[in-house]
């Protein structure tokens, strides 16, 4: 490779809009090692009709006003309105639903009120199990759902069904009744016409964006495989106080728990899972883990996962996730391809010589755009789409990339072999009875077994 040329963003923005594409992101950067046209020298893995990028600017377009719900008042859930908020202008939170009267009051008055001027009238907030639906009843337009994984698909199907277009937090579910109830929560909202985002941040990430472009264009060719990776340091947790119940605090901690998070191969995992969803369009065909409980100090989740998860045409991902303290870290993404390879670290895509094929810009991303929070920027598409009446529905790849959290993890649980057949119609729910869904105490064996896999040894 010697005569590398870089593309400035005039000619980068004209080459893309040479060769069909609709939305334009942001900058990039090419190195190529000819002067041909895209057509000349890759094979589209799919025609642009056949997939969606946003169009992203700073804020959401002007409208009517748009009204939300925000089911969830944890920091998540804060996280979430603040983001929604600050994606445009004539947007307010009017409504507040969750389990506690002091994680409701924190969110409502030290962040929306103190940061954002936004006040919830006393008759729109509602605390306890029911509270959802109070919320999902109200006068808004939409509903944000961030509760715990566990009822995301219930609190989600129920929104649509009372007509309000939804955004709602990965995972889209934690066991198999949960994702087939999120299915028909996703066709309940294609039939209404109701707009439906989740929380999978990169795919309204502009360097994610312009790098899912690029693979669908074909610049590594026809991908083979992957490596994805959550490692990082302990997940916060909450030691019990005296005066918490059992469910109380199990609620209060719902991260270490397994019925309620699915635990972090899901819950933090299937964002990096999702990318390669999302890249390669393929669906998981089996799944073999191992994982185990290492330091942990509260729950009964594991801290550690290694997956081996097969998807249609053989193509295996490798999904990696750690919660360890001073233990290597690493966050993100990498994909094969048959002409090369492109990494999240730095949006690069190179060729199997090593070469840079393609590089993001984020130096002329950052001159161009004010706003480029994938956090907000998810927001502002949601309003964008609420306010120019065209529908948006991107749940079904979280779907599919929690249930191939959930397969991995039932394997890591069982030491089995787990397929997707076989998940994705069984009777495994970890939603307890409704009679078992209080603030009370309760029987904790049934809840602090920590599961494993396979047989003890035979004794000596």
Request: net charge negative; hydrophobic share 35%; charged share 20%.
């Amino acid at each position: 490779m010697t005569n590398k040329q870089t593309i400035n963003r005039r000619d980068f923005l004209t080459g893309t809009a040479a060769v069909g594409v609709g939305s334009v992101l942001g900058a990039g950067l090419l190195n190529s090692c000819s002067n041909g046209s895209v057509s000349d020298k890759y094979v589209p893995l799919r025609p642009v009709s056949e997939y969606f990028i946003p169009e992203l600017g700073d804020k959401a377009i002007d409208g009517k006003p748009v009204r939300a719900a925000l089911i969830g008042c944890g920091s998540r859930g804060t996280g979430a309105a603040l983001d929604f908020l600050n994606a445009g202008d004539g947007l307010s939170v009017t409504v507040l639903a969750d389990l506690f009267q002091d994680r409701l009051d924190l969110c409502r008055n030290d962040y929306l009120k103190r940061i954002t001027g936004n006040e919830v009238a006393d008759e729109n907030c509602f605390i306890g199990f029911d509270a959802y639906k109070k919320a999902c009843e109200s006068d808004v337009d939409m509903v944000i759902i961030a509760t715990p994984s566990l009822f995301h698909a219930q609190h989600m199907k129920y929104a649509i069904e009372q007509g309000k277009h939804v955004f709602v937090e990965k995972a889209a579910a934690i066991d198999a009744v949960g994702y087939r109830d999120y299915m028909v929560g996703i066709k309940q909202a294609q039939a209404k016409g109701l707009c439906l985002v989740t929380g999978t941040q990169r795919h309204h990430e502009r360097g994610y964006n312009e790098s899912y472009r690029k693979v669908q264009e074909g610049y590594i060719g026809k991908i083979i495989s992957g490596n994805v990776y959550w490692n990082q340091g302990h997940m916060d947790f909450k030691c019990r106080k005296p005066e918490w119940t059992d469910m109380e605090y199990m609620f209060r901690d719902f991260f270490s728990w397994n019925w309620l998070c699915g635990d972090h191969i899901i819950d933090q995992g299937v964002h990096n899972i999702d990318v390669f969803c999302w890249f390669s369009h393929l669906k998981p065909v089996s799944a073999v883990c191992m994982g185990s409980r290492l330091q942990r100090k509260t729950g009964n989740i594991y801290d550690n996962f290694s997956a081996d998860i097969v998807f249609e045409g053989d193509v295996h991902l490798h999904a990696m996730a750690r919660q360890i303290d001073d233990c290597a870290g690493f966050t993100g993404e990498i994909i094969q391809g048959t002409k090369g390879f492109w990494r999240s670290s730095d949006q690069s895509i190179h060729d199997w010589d090593g070469n840079l094929v393609w590089q993001y810009d984020m130096t002329a991303q950052d001159a161009q755009y004010k706003q480029n929070s994938g956090y907000v920027l998810e927001h502002m598409d949601l309003v964008n789409h609420i306010r120019s009446g065209k529908v948006i529905n991107i749940a079904e790849c979280t779907a599919i990339s929690s249930m191939a959290g959930i397969m991995a993890r039932e394997s890591a649980y069982t030491g089995k072999l787990i397929t997707w057949d076989e998940m994705t119609t069984s009777d495994h729910c970890l939603m307890p009875e409704e009679k078992d869904l209080h603030l009370g105490n309760t029987d904790m064996k049934k809840f602090t077994t920590i599961p494993l896999p396979g047989a003890s040894p035979k004794p000596c």
